[in-house]
T-cell receptor, first 114, second 114 residues
Framework: DTGVSQDPRHKITKRGQNVTFRCDPI?????LYWYRQTLGQGPEFLTY????????KSRLLSDRFSAERPKGSFSTLEIQRTEQGDSAMYLC????????????FGPGTRLTVL | AQTVTQSQPEMSVQEAETVTLSCTYD???????LFWYKQPPSRQMILVIR??????QNATENRFSVNFQKAAKSFSLKISDSQLGDTAMYFC???????????FGPGTSLSVIP
């Protein structure tokens, strides 16, 4: 399967703990996006990379959140000192910077903060 | 800022019938992209159909077609010959330019009834 993959699929953590999620984009896709989706809502943009450069961050991305894409391939999203309000589905998408530029989504990581 | 509105939180349709999902958006841009994404229960988001604003012709993909009214900022999705597998959340989405983030509407939950 050459689609976008995310790991883990589910994460349960206690408030105050740190968590890290991983996203592997479609091979050769140079753009990578993180979104957050709460129950019953549409996804909201968090941040975006082109290759290894982080080009845009949403105001939703507080200083407890950090994202990296060190070699322009996979990306990680870390949340420090988790809060109950961080409970959500974290979606990753990737696209190719030419052609249709359609964003393809991964299955998401569902985070539950107790 | 761009916004996307879907005024129908829930809809249902009989199998084999036709249903239309509504979407309106607000933007000051003249060129942009519009999408309909489908998110089946507990499954990942997939692209249904895409429309470039500079194209007057409405996009079609098999049983799925759109009615794009640029002046009215309206972008509805018509599903013909509805199938049980069409049951899902449908999100209308906007992208200002290639490589930009996608802005999603709140979604419409569609149930196809046998």
């Amino acid at each position: 399967d050459t689609g976008v993959s995310q790991d883990p699929r589910h994460k349960i953590t206690k408030r105050g703990q740190n968590v890290t999620f991983r996203c592997d984009p479609i091979s050769e896709h140079n753009r990578l996006y993180w979104y957050r989706q709460t129950l019953g809502q549409g996804p909201e943009f968090l941040t975006y990379f082109q290759n290894e450069a982080q080009l845009e961050k949403s105001r939703l991305l507080s200083d407890r959140f950090s994202a990296e894409r060190p070699k322009g391939s996979f990306s990680t999203l870390e949340i420090q000192r988790t809060e109950q309000g961080d409970s959500a589905m974290y979606l990753c998408a990737s696209s190719l910077a030419s052609g249709t530029d359609t964003q393809y989504f991964g299955p998401g990581t569902r985070l539950t903060v107790l | 800022a761009q916004t996307v509105t879907q005024s129908q939180p829930e809809m249902s349709v009989q199998e084999a019938e036709t249903v239309t999902l509504s979407c309106t958006y607000d933007t000051s841009e003249s060129n942009y992209y519009l999408f309909w994404y489908k998110q089946p229960p507990s499954r990942q988001m997939i692209l249904v159909i895409r429309q470039e604003a500079y194209k007057q012709q409405n996009a079609t993909e098999n049983r799925f077609s759109v009615n794009f009214q640029k002046a009215a900022k309206s972008f509805s999705l018509k599903i013909s010959d509805s199938q049980l597998g069409d049951t899902a959340m449908y999100f209308c989405a906007f992208m200002k330019h290639e490589g930009d983030k996608v802005i999603f509407g709140p979604g419409t939950s569609l149930s196809v009834i046998p």
